[in-house]
């Protein structure tokens, strides 16, 4: 099983799917192929999914990355972002791989943890994925209670709020109450395609100083 797995190779953009594997087989999976690899994974109820995420892909999620970063240490906002880290709980048989994500209300309660087991753990009080190869499969996410998600598409960002067990689609983010999230994302991940990274996100730090 594992010699098989690690002889296939998923290109970029593409994903994926195995089927019928056990709780113990994803964590020896997860084990196996190591922290430093390309691929995400995504694990519910028996069905494992492999992503490798295309250029465009990181690029996205870098700049929204660093704009909440941004956003949050202008607002002196104490935050640990712990990127891609396995999101995982055995007895939800659920475990995902958000491109990047944030504990902010739970920061402390997280702080020198190396790994991270839900059944004990918080989730994430934000998880943001980039859909531009694959849709987040949202079951995960609202299995594991993450409270905000947001998924970065090309026709922009979408923001979904955990209420009562499941996900709202909300027009802004219970993150940034009083910041359009929604329009700021859209507008400087835009114009990094076509001006680059550095100069939208200093466009982006103008935009704070002057608004915040």
């Known amino acids: 099983m594992l010699l098989e797995l690690r002889q296939l190779k998923v290109q970029p953009g593409h ?5 019928d594997i056990s709780w113990q ?3 020896t999976i997860l084990t ?19 992503m490798v995420p295309l250029p465009e892909h990181e690029k996205a999620k870098e700049i929204i990355g660093d704009m909440v970063k941004i956003l949050l240490e202008a607002q002196q906002i104490v935050f640990e972002s712990l990127g ?10 659920q475990g995902v791989e958000p491109d990047t994500c944030f504990y902010i209300q739970n920061s402390a309660l997280i702080i020198g943890k190396n790994r991270l087991d839900l059944t004990v753990d918080p989730p994430p009080d ?6 531009l190869t694959s849709r987040t499969q949202l079951d995960n996410y609202q299995i594991l209670g993450v409270p905000e998600l947001w998924r970065y598409a090309g026709r922009g960002l979408k923001i979904n709020v955990w209420q009562g067990g499941h996900y709202v689609e909300s027009d802004s ?8 999230i929604i329009e700021l994302v859209n507008r400087y ?9 550095s100069q939208a996100i200093q466009a982006f730090k103008i935009w704070v100083q002057d608004n915040l």
């Open 15 to 19: 994903q994926l799917l195995l089927e």
């Open 25 to 27: 087989q994803f964590e």
């Open 32 to 50: 196996e192929l190591g922290e430093h690899r390309a691929a995400r994974l995504s694990y519910s109820n028996g069905q494992l999914e492999i």
């Open 84 to 93: 891609s880290t396995t999101l995982k709980n055995e007895r939800m048989t």
């Open 126 to 131: 934000l998880a943001i994925e980039i859909d």
């Open 173 to 180: 983010s219970p993150t940034f109450p009083d910041i359009p």
């Open 189 to 197: 991940v835009h114009q990094s395609l076509s001006s680059g990274r």
